[in-house]
């Protein structure tokens, strides 16, 4: 696609249940990130993927979060029972090869509100 | 704890003038700088950046400032325009620049008056 595409824009949840986020990157990309905004804060990365697999997971805070990239393009944030502390914009970003910082295309992101 | 630090949360300027955003960073490691602009309801994009190794990077009307000494950097935006209204991330890698190890500032946001 012309931009990276996230899904879905709002997700509004009860605490305790699951969440996926989807995130489709610029066709062509092998590498892939999600970063996660909360209020007030800037962006902090999560994890990051080349090709179909996680190079970089360092970021996810806990193992209720997981994400996967099975066929090297669309990848799924994954949030096993929700928490309040989840509630933020889940952002998405791609790039040719793993490359720069400054060639990152970001999504517009996916807003959890976790009740 | 936050390694990047951007204190003033807004800045307000007259169309035509000079935008002066300032972020301020702990890590010594760092040695790759980057300003990031967020419009409302999209993601950031890219605008400029600075390596450790060069104290300025000019951009047409965009222009980084590195002090290394200061642990301090700034981004000058002239003449400002109505259209850089935005939200301004500062971000800082050290060692390699993919973006699996960039650490944000918390944003200044932008507002030029017509």
């Known amino acids: 696609g012309a931009g990276v595409s996230q899904t879905p824009s709002n997700k509004v949840t009860e605490k305790g249940k699951y969440v996926e986020l989807r995130c489709d990157p610029i066709?062509?990309?092998?590498?892939l990130y999600w970063y996660r905004q909360s209020l007030g804060q800037g962006p902090e990365f999560l994890i990051y993927?080349?090709?179909?697999?996680?190079?970089?997971d360092s970021g996810l805070p806990n193992d209720r979060f997981f994400a996967v990239r099975p066929e090297g393009s669309v990848s799924t944030l994954k949030i096993q029972r929700t928490e309040r502390g989840d509630s933020a914009v889940y952002l998405c970003?791609?790039?040719?090869?793993?490359?720069?910082?400054?060639?990152?295309?970001f999504g517009a992101g996916s807003r959890l509100t976790v009740l | 704890d936050q390694q990047v630090k951007q204190n003033s949360p807004s800045l307000s300027v007259q169309e035509g003038r000079i935008s002066i955003l300032n972020c301020d960073y702990t890590?010594?490691?760092?040695?790759?700088f980057l300003w990031y602009k967020k419009y409302p309801a999209e993601g950031p994009t890219f605008l400029i950046s600075?390596?450790?190794?060069?104290d300025k990077n000019e951009d047409g009307r965009f222009t980084v400032f590195l002090n290394k000494s200061a642990k301090h950097l700034s981004l000058h935006i002239v003449p400002s325009q109505p259209g850089d209204s935005a939200v301004y991330f500062c971000?800082?890698?050290?060692?390699?620049?993919?973006?699996?190890?960039?650490?944000f500032g918390t944003g200044t946001r932008l507002t030029v008056i017509p």
């Open positions: 970003a791609s790039s040719p090869s793993g490359a720069g910082a400054n060639v990152l295309t």
């Open positions: 066709s062509g990309h092998t590498a």
């Open positions: 993927f080349q090709g179909t697999g996680a190079a970089d």
């Open positions: 890590n010594s490691m760092f040695d790759y």
């Open positions: 600075i390596s450790s190794i060069k």
């Open positions: 971000a800082a890698s050290a060692g390699k620049t993919g973006a699996n190890n960039l650490f």
